[in-house]
């Protein structure tokens, strides 16, 4: 109970410019001190091991799209919630992406988009897409897991829940 009031609670939102600098200092140390296997959960998603239910796109050896367990309205588009994961293990973050991504890019933007208008009648301007970056602050293992995996979340643009 506790969970879907934390959910539905309002939360401050900060918007952050993050420079080289910042990232160095607030980010890249988060990722190197992951343990090994931090990441085997993302990594079984991508080998379609878990969450195989939630799928609805996946291009092998580039990224895969799945609902994601934030979308407590599934299937009402109107509270439209989905994860782009890469398959690329070298991508850790935003700052990991380079030119040579651009194709990539390109085909996970349009793929995606496309996937979520078939399925749920969303045209892609009616879609938000953002990255989302590594945590910067720790939380519970269990609660919310440190990501440092490359992850695009596709979203209505009328949606508010908290990310």
Same mark, same amino acid.
């Given at each position: 109970?506790?969970?879907?009031?934390?959910?539905?609670?309002?939360?401050?939102?900060?918007?952050?410019?993050?420079?080289?600098?910042?990232?160095?200092?607030? =980010?890249? $140390? @988060?990722?190197? %001190? &992951?343990?090994?296997?931090? #990441?085997?959960?993302?990594?079984?998603?991508?080998?379609?091991?878990?969450?195989?239910?939630?799928?609805?796109?996946?291009?092998?050896?580039?990224?895969?799209?799945?609902?994601?367990?934030?979308?407590?309205?599934?299937?009402?588009?109107?509270?439209?919630?989905?994860?782009?994961?890469?398959?690329?293990?070298?991508?850790?973050?935003?700052?990991?992406?380079?030119?040579? =991504?651009? $194709? @990539?890019?390109? %085909? &996970?933007?349009?793929?995606? #988009?496309?996937?979520?208008?078939?399925?749920?009648?969303?045209?892609?301007?009616?879609?938000?897409?953002?990255?989302?970056?590594?945590?910067?602050?720790?939380?519970?293992?269990?609660?919310?897991?440190?990501?440092?995996?490359?992850?695009?979340?596709?979203?209505?643009?009328?949606?508010?829940?908290?990310?």
């Amino acid at each position: 109970m506790r969970r879907h009031v934390e959910r539905a609670t309002a939360v401050p939102q900060l918007l952050v410019r993050e420079t080289a600098a910042l990232y160095a200092a607030a =980010h890249a $140390p @988060l990722v190197e %001190a &992951l343990p090994p296997g931090a #990441l085997t959960w993302v990594h079984r998603i991508l080998a379609k091991e878990k969450e195989v239910e939630r799928l609805l796109l996946h291009v092998p050896g580039q990224f895969l799209l799945n609902t994601d367990p934030k979308w407590s309205t599934h299937p009402e588009p109107s509270g439209l919630y989905c994860l782009a994961l890469v398959h690329q293990r070298d991508l850790a973050s935003l700052r990991s992406l380079r030119g040579e =991504h651009l $194709p @990539l890019l390109r %085909a &996970l933007r349009e793929q995606c #988009l496309a996937a979520i208008q078939a399925r749920y009648g969303l045209v892609p301007g009616a879609v938000r897409a953002f990255f989302q970056c590594v945590r910067s602050r720790p939380r519970p293992p269990r609660s919310c897991p440190l990501y440092a995996a490359t992850r695009l979340s596709f979203t209505t643009c009328m949606c508010t829940s908290p990310l």
